[in-house]
């Protein structure tokens, strides 16, 4: 490398900011036991809850003392799991304190995803924190610790916590392994860099010293703090101030979370700043600054570029919107901007210590280079398994980011030196150039360009889900489906009219000429954006490879049919009085509804053709812990049991009658196995809506629709089952009306899916109307007795525990009958074909 490449600095490891440069993360907390012991630290602000520094150091301590009782040792590897809520903060800091590398992963996550990086990581210990279930990953039999912050800590002893995190401070080795930042996997597989706390510490103090902040301001932290730019720019540089961290654990209540304690400081990823600027261009937030709480000095915006747009509407509203840049190998803040040197698409000057260089190597011209004191000291790469490769800590670390350094010395990002097209004609554009132009028009949600060997770039584009809605109620289309919608003819001439006026500053060889309207978000549950939502176009652009494939011919000058959806502009200029023709867009009913619009959910359920989206809103909000990793566990399995061609009954026998309908069904299918419906209820699925005190996960209405909603994305029979068990089978009914000696007996075991419950209503020429049930529940004296016959009763086969609707004494009654393993002289199973879902049991019962 040449030497041109940089200029030599003063800063070196041992530059001090603000005076003595601590040594260590856990000399910072001792440090909180000097100035802020009875300082507010954490807040739930929407449960009305806080932990002094005092309680919060307290409670770090006897979760060190615990780990160290489960004969962890420092430099032991230590694997946590937890949601984000105040007992997130504790564990960290109680690793910090007892020396154990602390190795955090994503509680949103799939469960597959966690199991390799258990098998990557090789931990000799598991932690959960905040609830989150250890159903599947504590199979390890490693030693597990469950970790919840206490909330009703009553009188700490500041001398007592001062002496025993002084001995472990004289005993931490600030340059030894502290944690393992996981790196976002934009480009491949998600490597791990082993950082020390002497780096940690060095980074948050410089990254605290960019921003005037006062020892008591509120951060307002609703990023996972398993993200690397959460985890030092709002916890450590929270540490490094002595301040007070309002953590919000649901991210649509976050501008309630700012009303009841205004933040002084917000950071965040752009996508959240993209919905509130959004929703006050609609209108339905009058004032930014009061929307946040009315005194927030700087917000920060990190892990993706930021539309230029969304920084000028922050401005018109008078709010302090910056931006920074960080690599989890580099600390991981390497350039943050602040209010005071601020440029528009700046991600400021480099931190002091850290070096920052633009590559004019041939090869790789224009990379960004970081020489930094805060690197890593080794990582772990998937690829090498879970040794630790020591890095060289005074090399230059090529980014593999592309940039350049503005006249103000301020660092700009123009893309990443691999995702550079070459297109048919020779040309070579960087995709991030035209998605900054495109990513401009108000329509746009994310967009992701393509075209590897094509004569012009490709865009699958995420439209703003409001826009698509109020475009349908104005061109008055009948659409009956999302995708149905986005491939209109009418919406696609819109988006083509509106997509060539923003390229008009473009050059013409790099202009978007074909665009896919796409029907889900770019995110972490379809593999295509990572958590801070910066987009993988690899997984983009292999999940739509069909498309850039079917361009191919047509590039050749060969007459094709575009794939449905696909958008055309033959020419950057259209004469048309649609190019200029804006949307006027509803208002949303709340402020909290922006925050979920970039995913497809509705804001206004009265707009035509929003039934879908509305759901699909429900669908995106993010589920709890617990819930999210039983569903992810479901997933795993039906996948593993189709692999194993275990999911479904073969077919058999012969042939079934007819059905009693006037059309033919299809021909008998293979129906969910027994051994499917016993490798799921491993997952507690069966017993998301069973209470907790009866041995299942107590879910909310809510979250057994989202949980039903996810599943049904993969298979719907499984999807299908447990909204009849849980809502209108006997979890409910039980759950509700029964007896305690009732609930006692049954509930246990439906948690189990042992049995599994369903509802059986339907009767021949009678349906459900109660005044023509003909089914008699009878009792003797000693037994009750039941005849009639249901019919269509989806989910019914031998061993089922039905709900039953019958006619007891005149009046109608529900019942409920545990079937028995086969036909007896008094019950009878029918079988016929019906045209429901394939895979269900869907069958007659006949009591005599």
């Given amino acids: 490398m040449e030497k041109t490449l940089h200029h030599a600095v003063e800063a070196t490891p041992d530059s001090k900011t603000n005076g003595q440069m601590p040594s260590s993360l856990a000399q910072l907390l001792l440090d909180r036991c000097h100035t802020s012991f009875d300082r507010p630290a954490i807040m739930d602000a929407l449960a009305g809850e806080t932990l002094d520094w005092g309680q919060v150091l307290q409670q770090s301590l006897r979760v060190a003392e615990r780990i160290e009782s489960a004969g962890l040792r420092p430099g032991d590897r230590v694997l946590h799991i937890g949601p984000h809520t105040a007992a997130w903060p504790i564990v960290d800091f109680a690793c910090l304190l007892s020396g154990v590398v602390h190795v955090a992963l994503h509680a949103e996550e799939s469960q597959s995803e966690q199991n390799r990086h258990l098998q990557l990581f090789q931990p000799c210990g598991l932690i959960f924190s905040g609830g989150i279930s250890h159903r599947s990953v504590s199979q390890s039999g490693l030693p597990l610790l469950e970790v919840q912050a206490d909330w009703r800590t009553n009188h700490v002893a500041c001398a007592t916590v001062h002496s025993c995190i002084a001995e472990r401070v004289r005993k931490c080795d600030p340059d030894g392994p502290a944690t393992v930042l996981i790196s976002s996997g934009t480009t491949g597989r998600p490597k791990g860099f082993v950082h020390s706390q002497r780096s940690l510490v060095m980074n948050a103090v410089a990254s605290a010293a960019e921003f005037l902040e006062e020892p008591d301001d509120v951060r307002l932290s609703w990023l996972p703090q398993s993200h690397a730019l959460a985890r030092v720019g709002d916890l450590y540089t929270t540490l490094v101030r002595g301040g007070a961290l309002n953590i919000v654990r649901d991210r649509r209540k976050i501008l309630e979370a700012c009303k009841q304690i205004p933040p002084a400081a917000i950071l965040g990823v752009p996508i959240f700043y993209d919905r509130l600027a959004r929703a006050a261009q609609q209108g339905s937030i009058t004032s930014l600054v009061d929307a946040l709480g009315g005194r927030v000095r700087v917000c920060v915006s990190g892990g993706a570029p930021l539309r230029r747009w969304t920084t000028r509407v922050f401005q018109q509203h008078g709010v302090p919107l910056v931006e920074g840049y960080g690599l989890a190998e580099a600390g991981p803040v390497v350039a943050v901007s602040n209010p005071r040197s601020e440029q528009t698409g700046a991600v400021g000057h480099a931190l002091q210590g850290i070096e920052i260089a633009i590559s004019d190597a041939s090869v790789r011209s224009g990379e960004v280079l970081v020489r930094t004191p805060c690197r890593a000291l080794a990582v772990i790469d998937p690829s090498q398994g879970p040794k630790e490769s020591p890095i060289d800590r005074t090399a230059w670390l090529e980014t593999g980011d592309k940039g350049f350094l503005d006249n103000d010395g301020q660092l700009r990002i123009t893309g990443r030196i691999d995702d550079v097209l070459t297109l048919a004609n020779g040309t070579k554009l960087l995709p991030a150039d035209v998605e900054s132009v495109l990513l401009e028009e108000p329509a746009v949600a994310q967009v992701c360009v393509a075209g590897e060997g094509l004569p012009w770039p490709v865009a699958f584009i995420v439209p703003e889900p409001v826009t698509v809605r109020t475009l349908l109620k104005r061109f008055r289309c009948r659409v009956w489906s999302r995708k149905q919608a986005l491939s209109h003819p009418k919406i696609l001439r819109w988006f083509s009219h509106r997509l060539a006026e923003q390229q008009k500053g473009l050059p013409r060889r790099i202009c978007v000429r074909r665009f896919l309207l796409v029907d889900h978000p770019f995110d972490m549950a379809h593999g295509e954006a990572t958590e801070s939502f910066k987009i993988k176009r690899h997984s983009i ?308």
């Fill in 541 to 848: 652009a292999k999940h739509f490879a069909l498309y850039i494939r079917s361009f191919e011919p047509q590039a050749g000058g060969t007459k094709a049919s575009l794939l449905p959806g696909v958008g055309t502009m033959n020419d950057t200029n259209h004469p048309s009085a649609e190019k200029t023709e804006s949307v006027t867009l509803p208002q949303s009913s709340s402020q909290t509804n922006c925050l979920t619009s970039a995913f497809w959910g509705a804001t206004d359920s009265s707009v035509d053709g929003s039934g879908f989206a509305h759901a699909a809103e429900q669908m995106a909000v993010g589920m709890s812990g617990e819930i999210s990793t039983i569903v992810e566990s479901v997933k795993d399995a039906i996948e593993n049991l189709r692999t194993n061609d275990e999911l479904y009954e073969k077919v058999e026998g012969p042939t079934l009658p007819a059905a009693p309908l006037a059309d033919a069904p299809m021909p008998p299918m293979g129906k969910l196995s027994g051994s499917a419906e016993r490798a799921i209820s491993k997952t507690g699925l069966w017993g998301l809506f069973v209470p907790q005190r009866y041995g299942g996960s107590g879910c909310s209405y809510i979250e057994l629709m989202q949980a039903i909603t996810h599943l049904a994305c993969v298979n719907p029979t499984v999807s299908g089952l447990l909204s009849v068990h849980s809502t209108i089978g006997a979890v409910s009914a039980l759950t509700t009306f029964g007896s305690d000696d009732q609930r006692q007996h049954w509930l246990p075991r439906l948690a189990e899916g042992n049995p599994m419950s369903v509802f059986a209503a339907t009767e021949p020429d009678a349906g459900c109307d109660l005044h023509r049930v003909a089914s008699q529940l009878e009792y003797d004296g000693k037994e009750f007795r039941l005849t009639g016959t249901k019919m269509f009763i989806t989910g019914a086969t031998y061993g089922r525990l039905v709900k039953l609707l019958a006619i007891s004494e005149g009046k109608p009654v529900i019942v409920l009958v545990k079937l028995p393993d086969s036909d007896t002289p008094h019950f009878t199973l029918q079988s016929y074909g019906l045209h429901p879902l394939k895979h269900a049991h869907n069958n007659a019962l006949k009591f005599e």
